[in-house]
């Protein structure tokens, strides 16, 4: 595996609030990614996903668990030590255009990571290298990125990425900010440098097109928990979690007639300082039942797990009529 995570926690002090000191904002999570493999994880703003891939790339410390990267322990590294990773676990940010350096050149963006690790090349060589991998042509080297727009700046934050063949990408929402028909292009071209240079990627992503369109497997957060894995082909197809039901059903749909099977979920999320009893989803979930108000849910299965006392039957609707809120 080239990742391997295992019931990571990541807490947050907050002072004396509310009799609490610290809360949980990752609550022990696993999972794996292979080589060449595409991981997603989805969910609402505030469901822990941003967290857990800071905490994957030790850019926020965890307060519980382990990360494995390429069968090493990477969890206790620190400051220098974690210089050698950031060749092989190349970061993504959300903004394309804000993430690129305003007074650098796209050759020196690209071949930045060139000189921070001290390793020698025709820069220039390079530079027309990376560009070509992601599509753009030599011209490009000389602009700076606010001659962008913002599908080029995404691909020049790509090839910065993939400068020195890491071995996993981590992309932060990677077409946000891009208008719908640059949206696809990018994920075209990750798709494409997956299969062509062999990387994986963890992706990070409320949207969910974005999800099926490059992602083998998907995990679905909630409130820093997993509440559903597995292939995305297979969730798509049939949902087994109220709530990855519920997403699903948000999701815009050209048909009409889909978008009235939509999925009401009423509640409000809670908030982390006083997570529900039982089930942590029963406040919103329009199947839960007295035992998850008292019981939470372990995540049964192997390659599908789900975390719910009544998991879904393919095409089970709400036990009643609900009115849209999601
Ligand atoms: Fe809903 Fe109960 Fe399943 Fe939780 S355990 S998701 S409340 S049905």
């Given at each position: 595996?080239?990742?391997?995570?295992?019931?990571?926690q990541v807490s947050f002090?907050v002072?004396?609030l509310m009799n609490r000191s610290a809360i949980l904002g990752v609550a022990g999570v696993?999972?794996?990614?292979?080589?060449?493999?595409?991981?997603?994880l989805v969910g609402e703003s505030g469901s822990g996903k941003t967290t857990l891939?800071?905490?994957?790339?030790?850019?926020?410390?965890?307060?519980?668990?382990?990360?494995?990267?390429?069968?090493?322990?990477?969890?206790?590294?620190?400051?220098?030590?974690?210089?050698?990773?950031?060749?092989?676990?190349?970061?993504?940010?959300?903004?394309?255009?804000?993430?690129?350096?305003?007074?650098?050149?796209?050759?020196?963006?690209?071949?930045?990571?060139?000189?921070?690790?001290?390793?020698?090349?025709?820069?220039?060589?390079?530079?027309?290298?990376?560009?070509?991998?992601?599509?753009?042509?030599?011209?490009?080297?000389?602009?700076?990125?606010?001659?962008?727009?913002?599908?080029?700046?995404?691909?020049?934050?790509?090839?910065?990425?993939?400068?020195?063949?890491?071995?996993?990408?981590?992309?932060?929402?990677?077409?946000?900010?891009?208008?719908?028909?640059?949206?696809?292009?990018?994920?075209?071209?990750?798709?494409?440098?997956?299969?062509?240079?062999?990387?994986?990627?963890?992706?990070?992503?409320h949207?969910?097109?974005?999800?099926?369109?490059?992602?083998?497997?998907?995990a679905v957060m909630y409130l820093g928990r997993f509440v559903e894995?597995?292939?995305?082909?297979?969730?798509?197809?049939?949902?087994?979690h109220p709530y990855t039901a519920a997403l699903?059903?948000a999701?815009?749909?050209?048909?009409?007639?889909?978008?009235?099977?939509?999925i009401s979920l009423p509640a409000e999320v809670p908030s982390l300082f006083a997570r529900p009893k039982g089930c942590e989803f029963h406040t919103r979930c329009p199947w839960a039942q007295a035992r998850c108000k008292t019981e939470a849910p372990a995540a049964?299965?192997?390659?599908?797990?789900v975390a719910c006392h009544f998991?879904?039957?393919?095409?089970?609707?709400p036990?009643?009529?609900q009115?849209?809120t999601l």
């Amino acid at each position: 595996m080239i990742l391997s995570v295992r019931d990571l926690q990541v807490s947050f002090p907050v002072g004396r609030l509310m009799n609490r000191s610290a809360i949980l904002g990752v609550a022990g999570v696993s999972f794996d990614i292979a080589a060449g493999e595409t991981f997603a994880l989805v969910g609402e703003s505030g469901s822990g996903k941003t967290t857990l891939a800071r905490a994957v790339s030790l850019l926020q410390p965890i307060s519980a668990g382990e990360i494995a990267f390429d069968g090493k322990r990477i969890d206790g590294l620190r400051g220098a030590a974690t210089k050698p990773l950031r060749r092989e676990m190349a970061m993504m940010f959300q903004d394309p255009v804000g993430s690129l350096s305003p007074r650098m050149q796209v050759r020196d963006i690209v071949t930045e990571a060139f000189r921070v690790h001290g390793v020698e090349a025709d820069l220039r060589a390079e530079a027309d290298r990376l560009l070509s991998l992601v599509g753009l042509s030599g011209d490009f080297a000389n602009r700076f990125p606010h001659q962008l727009s913002g599908g080029q700046a995404r691909r020049v934050g790509v090839a910065r990425a993939i400068a020195l063949n890491p071995k996993l990408i981590i992309a932060d929402e990677p077409t946000a900010g891009l208008d719908v028909s640059v949206q696809g292009e990018v994920l075209n071209l990750l798709n494409d440098l997956r299969e062509r240079l062999g990387l994986a990627m963890l992706i990070i992503t409320h949207n969910l097109h974005v999800v099926h369109h490059v992602a083998d497997r998907m995990a679905v957060m909630y409130l820093g928990r997993f509440v559903e894995t597995g292939e995305t082909e297979a969730i798509f197809q049939a949902p087994a979690h109220p709530y990855t039901a519920a997403l699903l059903s948000a999701n815009p749909e050209p048909d009409p007639d889909k978008a009235k099977d939509r999925i009401s979920l009423p509640a409000e999320v809670p908030s982390l300082f006083a997570r529900p009893k039982g089930c942590e989803f029963h406040t919103r979930c329009p199947w839960a039942q007295a035992r998850c108000k008292t019981e939470a849910p372990a995540a049964q299965g192997t390659d599908r797990r789900v975390a719910c006392h009544f998991p879904l039957s393919p095409g089970e609707r709400p036990p009643a009529v609900q009115e849209t809120t999601l």
